[in-house]
């Protein structure tokens, strides 16, 4: 930017002045590292001395019990929780962009899909997800339907697709209508199509922005990929609940619930990640 | 001389390898009114957000009321509860009306009651034509009247300073009118002032002292009168006949 060689050096001021500021966030550092000792120290010496912690270490924390219940819960959650989230995030995301890309539709020849759209948002988000495992697993393969799957997996499945496609949709078109009109006027301007405008403009600025509750949407799905258990299939927390009603010892459900939190902290910090991305990229300098 | 309002020595301010602001030194005194002029990019509104400690800068002074503003240990609210700010896209909230958003600062950081902020809101509206426009929502105003509203919003807290970043850019020049009448009215009436802006008939006019900014330098400074028919620097000459209609 400059044509003239710059020989600026500090001067005593700034020098003085980054020291007050090195102070400063030492000093920060100080506060939080102690406040957070205190609290976190206190909490654990509150549990660990209440009089029935001897009991609890024992049925809860045996490092024996959970050394011998970790191969079969992580085969079990291998198998099916990790394996459920992993096709469902991924059918769910798709199914809630369709409902709430539908929704905002227009054009008349889609009403009947907009009517069935709404309904399916009212009527799947107001069943318990543990209810529509039950019903769809249970009561599909009663229905002897021809070429249709009797797996418990498969149905299990579709039962979670089916309840959070309703919420994720719900959190979709909230975020597509937090988009300002002036978007759209201005990508109509360009002689953008209203799908195009849709597809290139809107959505990806409305789903940018709901990112934060999406995850939280991801999250509460992983953990409840532990519902289809109840239905009867070999999951973690059924194999957790196999291993403690054998050894009368809880221990697993510990394991099960690290390796939920394992589970699902890799992907919040991700998510930071892209948006701090995201928020770098385009919002330089404007405050 | 008399003691000065805000006083800045050897500010510099960069992005990284990028020098946005160096060697700026400006003196302003009660009743002043600064006019920042320079093509876009030349680090006027760096200048502006530097003052109201927006910015960290890298090096320099800022003194105010007598006071180092650029002090780490300063809680900058202190600063900016006695500056206004004014900016070229409004910055109004668009979730309030256009009186919540004058009533916000006063009754929430200066401790004002509701019924004195909100008179005192409405006078000032009443004053700049906006009496009607106090319980509408911002995106249902013109934008001459959103950056009036703007004004009064950064007038409500009684500041004893008032930055306006480029505030009639994105106007028309019929709406520019009618905001420059009223920062007019200000300079008039004693506000002390910092204004970027590029609008040339307008500093010649109400400015006390005008500076040219190139490539984050300060490269003259002084009257209106002197800047604008005697430029010192080629420099200036260049911008000025390019900006200034032809005489």
């Known amino acids: 930017m400059s044509s003239a060689p710059?020989?600026?050096?500090?001067?005593?001021?700034?020098?003085?002045?980054?020291?007050?500021?090195?102070?400063?966030?030492?000093?920060?550092?100080?506060?939080?590292?102690?406040?957070?000792?205190?609290?976190?120290?206190?909490?654990?010496?509150?549990?660990?001395?209440?009089?029935?912690?001897?009991?609890?270490?024992?049925?809860?924390?045996?490092?024996d019990d959970a050394k011998a219940a970790f191969p079969s819960i992580w085969h079990a959650f291998w198998t099916y929780?990790?394996?459920?989230?992993?096709?469902?995030?991924?059918?769910?995301?798709?199914?809630?962009?369709?409902?709430?890309?539908?929704?905002?539709?227009?054009?008349?020849?889609?009403?009947?899909?907009?009517?069935?759209?709404?309904?399916?948002?009212d009527l799947f988000r107001g069943i318990p997800t543990i209810l529509l495992v039950f019903m769809l697993a249970f009561g599909m393969p009663a229905l002897?339907?021809?070429?249709?799957?009797?797996?418990?997996?498969?149905?299990g499945l579709v039962a979670l697709v089916l309840s959070y496609g309703a919420y994720v949709a719900e959190v979709i078109r909230a975020g597509i209508e937090s988009v300002h009109p002036s978007q759209i006027a201005s990508a109509d301007a360009l002689g953008l199509s209203r799908v195009q405008a849709m597809r290139y403009v809107v959505v990806p600025q409305g789903i940018r922005r709901v990112i934060p509750p999406l995850l939280n949407d991801f999250v509460s799905l992983q953990k409840d990929t532990a519902l289809v258990g109840a239905a009867g299939v070999f999951d973690a927390l059924f194999a957790a609940r196999d291993y403690a009603n054998y050894q009368f010892n809880f221990t697993p459900y510990v394991v099960v619930a690290g390796y939920f939190v394992v589970l699902t902290i890799p992907l919040a910090r991700f998510t930071d990640h892209l948006q701090h991305r995201a928020m770098e990229r385009e919002r330089q300098g404007a405050r | 001389?008399?003691?000065?309002?805000?006083?800045?020595?050897?500010?510099?301010?960069?992005?990284g390898d990028k020098i946005v602001l160096r060697d700026i030194d400006l003196r302003v005194r009660t009743h002043d009114v600064i006019c920042l002029i320079g093509s876009s990019g030349s680090g006027k509104s760096t200048l502006l957000r530097c003052l109201n400690l927006l910015e960290q800068i890298d090096d320099g002074v800022i003194e105010?009321?007598?006071?180092?503003?650029?002090d780490p240990r300063l809680d900058p609210r202190a600063v900016r509860s006695r500056v206004g700010m004014v900016f070229q896209a409004y910055n109004l909230f668009p979730h309030l009306t256009v009186l919540d958003n004058c009533t916000l600062a006063p009754r929430r950081v200066h401790g004002v009651t509701k019924g004195e902020a909100e008179q005192r809101a409405r006078d000032l509206l009443a004053r700049f034509g906006l009496a009607d426009q106090a319980d509408k929502h911002p995106d249902r105003m013109s934008g001459g009247q959103q950056q009036r509203a703007a004004l009064v919003r950064a007038l409500c807290t009684q500041p004893t300073l008032l930055l306006l970043d480029e505030i009639t850019a994105a106007l028309d020049p019929e709406l520019v009118g009618e905001v420059l009448t009223i920062v007019r009215e200000l300079?008039?009436?004693?506000?002390?002032?910092?204004?970027?802006?590029?609008?040339?008939?307008?500093?010649?006019?109400?400015?006390?002292?005008?500076?040219?900014?190139?490539?984050?330098?300060?490269?003259e400074q002084g009257p209106p009168a002197e800047i604008f028919s005697r430029p010192r620097e080629e420099r200036t000459r260049r911008f000025l006949s390019r900006v200034l209609p032809p005489a």
């Not at chain 1, 002045?17 to 102070?23: D, G, L, Q, S, Y």
């Not at chain 1, 000093?27 to 000792?37: H, K, M, N």
């Not at chain 1, 002897?144 to 149905?155: E, I, M």
């Not at chain 2, 001389?1 to 992005?15: G, H, I, P, Q």
């Open chain 2, 1 to 15: 001389m008399s003691e000065a309002l805000l006083e800045v020595t050897d500010l510099r301010k960069s992005y």
């Open chain 2, 187 to 219: 300079a008039e009436q004693g506000t002390t002032m910092i204004l970027a802006t590029h609008e040339m008939a307008f500093a010649r006019d109400v400015a006390t002292a005008v500076c040219f900014l190139d490539e984050g330098r300060i490269l």
């Open chain 2, 64 to 70: 105010f009321e007598g006071r180092e503003i650029s």
């Open chain 1, 6 to 63: 710059d020989t600026w050096r500090p001067s005593p001021r700034e020098l003085e002045r980054r020291e007050i500021r090195r102070t400063l966030r030492r000093r920060s550092i100080l506060v939080s590292t102690v406040a957070t000792v205190l609290v976190l120290g206190g909490l654990l010496i509150g549990t660990v001395s209440s009089p029935g912690w001897a009991s609890v270490k024992a049925t809860f924390f045996s490092w």
């Open chain 1, 81 to 121: 929780n990790v394996k459920l989230f992993l096709i469902g995030e991924v059918l769910i995301l798709i199914l809630a962009l369709a409902v709430a890309v539908l929704r905002q539709s227009r054009s008349p020849v889609l009403l009947p899909l907009r009517i069935i759209a709404v309904i399916y948002t």
């Open chain 1, 144 to 155: 002897n339907l021809q070429g249709v799957t009797n797996s418990l997996f498969f149905w």
